[in-house]
Nanobody
Framework: QVQLVESGGGLVQPGGSLRLSCAAS????????MGWYRQAPGKQRELVAS???????NTVDTVKGRFTISRDNAKNTVYLQMNSLKPEDTALYYC?????????WGQGTQVTVSS
């Protein structure tokens, strides 16, 4: 079983940066493909970025060039560096495996981009 705890969200002005962290329990973390997801008010949850156990990454077009996913298998942690934030990036951000497992959703961390 894997438990995931997200942190690092907050209120930031447009153009600002945040770094999200996702700490995972469980010895299988290092073999899992992980993803960051987000859900904006009134919208469905969507994948933002993913990273394989070997470090191959993929980001969706809406954040490409602005967001970077990374992981530290020794620390059982996956990160999301978010730069050049826009108001439309405002959402609750979650990490999960990719594809996601319904039983692994955590509380998420809120990111609000506003002046």
């Amino acid at each position: 079983q894997v438990q995931l705890v997200e942190s690092g969200g907050g209120l930031v002005q447009p153009g600002g940066s945040l770094r999200l962290s996702c700490a995972a329990s469980g010895s299988i973390f290092s073999i899992l493909t992980m993803g960051w997801y987000r859900q904006a008010p009134g919208k469905q949850r969507e994948l933002v970025a993913s990273i394989t156990r070997g470090g191959t990454t993929n980001t969706v077009d809406t954040v490409k060039g602005r967001f970077t996913i990374s992981r530290d298998n020794a620390k059982n942690t996956v990160y999301l560096q978010m730069n050049s934030l826009k108001p439309e990036d405002t959402a609750l951000y979650y990490c999960n495996t990719f594809p996601y497992s319904p039983s692994y959703w955590g509380q998420g961390t809120q990111v609000t981009v506003s002046s």
